[in-house]
């Protein structure tokens, strides 16, 4: 490669990585989705079976008091 096209292509590679590190200033775009381990996906769904199971302990408790 010559001189000159070296430098373009560190000129692109520059302004490459400049625009990587720009974050879109939109609100309504969705947070991109990352990978959820099955290890996290069991975490997940245990606290969701205790939320559950809270949520149904405390309606029993309130019909028995009724």
Known sequence: MNRKQEMIKKLAKRAKARQNKVVPSNPSSKAVERYISKAEREKIAVT???????????????????
């Open 48 to 66: 969701e079976a205790a939320e559950q199971a809270a949520a149904t302990e405390t309606s029993n408790t309130e019909t028995d008091k009724d």
